[in-house]
């Protein structure tokens, strides 16, 4: 449960700290005083989105601080330690909103993101506005309060990841389809560039050795006349080549050779240089001996590169890359038909899927009718003890499977249907004339669905707005009851239900000309009786006041109250 809220130069309050116990706690003031700020700084320290309006004008920042006690089952610390932040059995969240907007968020001093504090806000309390009635006229916030008061929160899971896993396969299937839409129109192109390719049996052909052969080829007397004139040089001129010139040196060195030892090395220089230019020559030898014209092969190496170049320039490349070219058109046609073989799987998966889905949506629909069955009740007799005497309650919940819309809720409409007085059809509570039934009937439904919640603490920021007298002290009545199970904070401007509640706090604000402030103050006894008259009386407390406010505060007496 709740245990502390601090707050620190956060709207009109410099300072507030409120110490919580359980049971029902309520906070009263004047209109105007401030009544909701602590309910506001909760909003905030539980993930709400903040702005630098928040931050009390003159100052840097806002500081919020709220403190819980866990129970060792709570669902809240059993979060906390899957994310490792849990601290024994409390857990503290604090908030900073600086002056410029910008927002810091601690769980247990580690920092956190407002999507963590939302999550585990929400384990921790649930909190009914003032405008409550107005939100629980939206189809949506109908459907949300029936599945919290029913018990399939597993169905309602496994609904909402089977919608979320036929949404991204259909986007993958969709995604795939123009895929190959976009394929098949090219397909017939893309088959006949891959033949002309197939027809030169282009994956087996060595085109750089090809180029080089007909190089050679179309050649050939050019290459005669250079192999003839470099044999000439190294070995067939008669006393005026290069190897008779280097063998005579080395004659001539020879008998110098034990006089001089560079004369050595240059002797072994110069029968290295013999035995190369020999090794050249023989080489050069055999190139003369290959070196036949064949104008047949020049022929068809001219007609084969021609093919080669007229296909490089249809395909906008180069002869060298075609054979690449060739695998890439293979890959394409391998793609369509692997494209078209995903698009049966993918259409399968998503059928069995959708069947599945539906299957759940039958499930959960039936549980939905069990729940609105048992929840149309109670919230009925709720309406007559909150003075609408013949008043009924419904919950229309019908099916609708002929849709390919997957919602993650399922596939249920949910229509509160409300008879606020005997002989009066049933109509949508949105169509309810009376802001007084509209509020009471809707604290009616707000007060059954909360005691399914599980929440430890729970506020209601005036809820009881729009409705008075015995009503009123039938609503603190029942917020006392739900205080009994859990801790509940009010805000309230009815004496009745403020006097129900076992601790009362009281907000004040003081006002000079430069200065503005909003206080937390709790009250004793003696100052609940002063607090429960100014709401009871006008302008002047009268003893006559203050009598009702003793009495208000006798009915159900220390007992019920003792904290």
Known sequence: MLSRIHIQNFAISSEAEVELKGGMTVLTGETGAGKSILIDALDLVLGDRADMNVVRHGTDRATINASFTLEASSPALEWLREQ????GDECHLRRIISAEGRSKAFINNSPANLSA???????????????????????????????????????????????????????????????VEENNAQL????????????LDISSLDIPELIREH????????????????????????????SHQINQLITQIDPWLETSGELQGVSSVLQDISALTEEASSSIQRMQDKLEANPQRLSELDGLIGELHELARKHHTNIEALPALYIEKQQQLEDINQNEGDVARLTEELDRLKEQYRTNAGVLHDKRRETADSLATAVTGNMQTLGMQGGRFEIEVSFSDDSEKFPVHGL?????????NPGQPLQALSKVASGGELSRISLAITVICASSN???????????????????????????????????????HLPQVAAQAHHHYRVVKTSTDAHTESRVIGL????????????????????????????????????????
């Open 84 to 87: 490792e932040l849990d601290d």
């Open 117 to 179: 504090l939302k999550a585990l806000g929400e384990l921790l309390i649930e909190i009914h506005g003032q405008h409550e009635h107005q939100s629980l006229m939206k189809p949506a916030r109908q459907r949300q309060q029936l599945d919290s008061a029913g018990d399939y929160d597993e169905l309602l899971s496994d609904m909402a990841m089977l919608a979320d896993d036929i949404k991204h396969r259909q986007g993958a299937l969709d995604e795939l389809q123009n895929r």
């Open 188 to 199: 017939e192109l893309l088959r006949y560039q891959t033949q002309e390719l197939e027809a």
């Open 215 to 242: 190089e050679q080829i179309a050649n050939i007397d050019s290459l005669r006349q250079l192999t003839f004139n470099a044999m000439q040089s190294l070995t067939d001129a008669e006393g005026n080549n290069v």
């Open 412 to 420: 249920d409409e949910i229509i509160y249907l409300v008879s606020a």
């Open 454 to 492: 599980n929440a430890p603490t729970m506020i209601f920021d005036e809820v009881d707005s729009g409705i008075g007298g015995g009503v009123a002290e039938i609503v603190g009545k029942q917020l006392l009851s739900l205080g009994e199970q859990r801790q509940v904070l009010c805000v309230t």
């Open 524 to 563: 004793d006894n003696d100052a609940r009786v002063q607090e429960i008259a100014r709401m009871l009386g006008g302008v002047e407390i009268t003893e006559q006041t203050l009598a009702h406010a003793r009495e208000l505060l006798s009915i159900d007496n220390t007992a019920s109250r003792a904290s």
